[in-house]
């Protein structure tokens, strides 16, 4: 004598098998996938580590740059100049002593009173 509950209950069983097995298997597509996109990205970010070190040095120096020139401006008593703004000793003041790459250079000098009548020569900082 067969039981049908005990028919009922396999056919039950075997389809909660083949869900669970094909739930796991894209769950574990998905894992896959996620780890694969995960070291992808790793690598772009090792590629792009030294350009990003770079950027932050060159930052640095920049500001370190701008530090120096505001230590040796001091507190609004100095003359800043750039390069191109120096003329050539003896000229007329059409052309720069300066050479084309170093014409962004900027200079300090100090200043003086401004209850001199004459112009002294510029002392270089």
Known sequence: MSNPMRCHWRAKGGFALISTLSLM??????????????SVSLKDSAQHEPVLE????????????IGELQKEMGPDQRISITADQ???????GSESSSTLEKRHWT?????????NPTRPTPVFR
Do not use: E, H
């Open 25 to 38: 298997v894209l769950i574990v597509t998905l894992l896959v996938a996620l780890l694969s996109m995960s």
């Open 54 to 65: 770079a950027r932050a040095n060159a930052r640095l120096a920049l500001k370190m740059a």
């Open 107 to 115: 200079g300090v000098f100090d200043s003086w009173s401004s209850l």
């Open 86 to 92: 120096r003329m050539l000793a003896g000229g007329d």
